[in-house]
T-cell receptor, first 116, second 109 residues
Framework: NAGVTQTPKFRVLKTGQSMTLLCAQD?????MYWYRQDPGMGLRLIHY???????AKGEVPDGYNVSRLKKQNFLLGLESAAPSQTSVYFC???????????????FGPGTRLTVL | RKEVEQDPGPFNVPEGATVAFNCTYS??????FFWYRQDCRKEPKLLMS???SGNEDGRFTAQLNRASQYISLLIRDSKLSDSATYLC??????????FGAGTRLFVKA
């Protein structure tokens, strides 16, 4: 049982390049999330998904797109990377959503992205 | 004003000490509260939920004060392994979950 995994672990991009971050979970969780974490700031929600085939915007969605074609996978795409997107990206999953009684979120190990 | 505020620290304490962190939140409609722990360059992990009546898990005690809109975490008999960043997390309902920036704790031998 690997929990939540993320690939790649590290990546350096040039401004304008594109890339996709992959998140996979083997806990059969319905809900998945993408966050970014910057120094001095808390985790900020980029996009989330409440189930296969569904996605929704979080607090900071601009410049990112996501897809959830399979229940276990949640992809985060950067179409044209900018230096402001340099950050650590965490994927998380939970059994249920954070509606009412919020459920525990399980995080992946993170992807450190640098955009030059 | 940030929705969830924490003292960034660092708190430097000797082994065996008792240390307490506070976290304030601005939205009175907050519904659920948590403390997560994040080790250096690692992912956050749930430490404990925070209940209105207060709750304890071994050396860790969490308290919620809705009237003053703050939550606290008390760590007794600190261990070297407690060195980490502690994130205060508040859920306002739906998918509105706000993470604090964290309080860094260093426990020294």
């Amino acid at each position: 049982n690997a929990g939540v995994t993320q690939t790649p672990k590290f990546r350096v991009l040039k401004t304008g390049q594109s890339m996709t971050l992959l998140c996979a979970q083997d806990m059969n969780h319905e809900y998945m999330y993408w966050y970014r974490q910057d120094p001095g700031m808390g985790l900020r929600l980029i996009h989330y998904s409440v189930g296969e085939g569904t996605t929704a915007k979080g607090e900071v969605p601009d410049g990112y797109n996501v897809s959830r074609l399979k229940k276990q996978n949640f992809l985060l795409g950067l179409e044209s990377a900018a230096p402001s997107q340099t950050s650590v990206y965490f994927c998380a999953s939970s059994k249920t959503g954070t509606s009412g009684g919020a459920d525990t979120q399980y995080f992946g190990p993170g992807t450190r992205l640098t955009v030059l | 004003r940030k929705e969830v505020e924490q003292d960034p620290g660092p708190f430097n304490v000797p082994e065996g000490a008792t240390v307490a962190f506070n976290c304030t939140y601005s939205n009175s409609a907050s519904q659920s509260f948590f403390w997560y722990r994040q080790d250096c360059r690692k992912e956050p992990k749930l430490l404990m939920s925070v209940y209105s009546s207060g709750n304890e898990d071994g050396r860790f005690t969490a308290q919620l004060n809705r009237a003053s809109q703050y939550i606290s975490l008390l760590i007794r008999d600190s261990k070297l392994s407690d060195s980490a960043t502690y994130l205060c997390v508040v859920n306002y309902g739906g998918f509105k979950t706000i993470f604090g920036a964290g309080t860094r704790l260093f426990v020294k031998a």
